[in-house]
């Protein structure tokens, strides 16, 4: 399998499901009044396209709820997470962290 779509299938699933990483919710989102609107919206996330996954890994989306731009975005770190992960296709050395946040807070 190559990387990327190994890399896209470990991203969507993660995010799908919040199992398979650590999924960090900054204070500016933690503050709405619609967390779950929130929360609902990134799992629910399919609008990829060429200008927005350049790549195929499905590792970034924006989206608006309650009139507020958000981000997700994933980061990938080695098992004790001190750096980048060498292989973000090898979900055996690799924390995936799924941070959402405002859009201004990027």
């Known amino acids: 399998m190559q990387s ?3 890399i896209r299938e470990l991203n969507d699933t993660a995010r799908q499901t919040f199992t398979g990483c650590r999924v960090m919710v900054t204070r500016g989102v933690a503050a709405l009044d619609c967390v779950d609107a929130v929360i609902a919206a990134v799992r629910s996330y399919s609008t990829f396209n ?7 890994e499905h590792d970034f ?4 709820v309650a009139g507020e731009r958000l981000f997700w975005k994933f ?5 004790d997470m001190q750096m980048a992960s060498l292989d ?3 979900d055996t050395i690799t924390v995936r962290v799924l941070t959402i ?4 807070e990027y």
């Open 4 to 6: 990327a779509q190994k």
């Open 50 to 56: 060429a200008d927005n996954d350049p790549y195929g």
């Open 61 to 64: 989306g924006s989206f608006a």
């Open 75 to 79: 980061d990938y770190y080695d098992s």
């Open 88 to 90: 973000p296709a090898d």
């Open 101 to 104: 946040m405002l859009a201004e």
